[in-house]
């Protein structure tokens, strides 16, 4: 099957495929991380400036929110969070 040959209705029946697979990988992932994740671990993510660390404060299921060094607060998804591990 090439993507040539597709009709227009069954290429965006294929996106549609294709976009389920990917919100359900995303939840996999967020539900899979929220499970490492409790309140006051020490956690670092990526962000345009850079790896910035902090606290992690508050657990939702599509977001977690953490204090950085700075003292200012990040809202990102479960799935972008490292746990820091002691060394």
Known sequence: MH???LSLDELLDLNEQICLRIDYLRARNDMLMLSQLRLGQQVNF???EGRVFGTLIKLNKKSVVIVSEDKKQWKVPPAMVN???SV
């Open 3 to 5: 993507i040539d040959d």
């Open 46 to 48: 990526m962000a345009p």
């Open 83 to 85: 746990v820091v591990k």
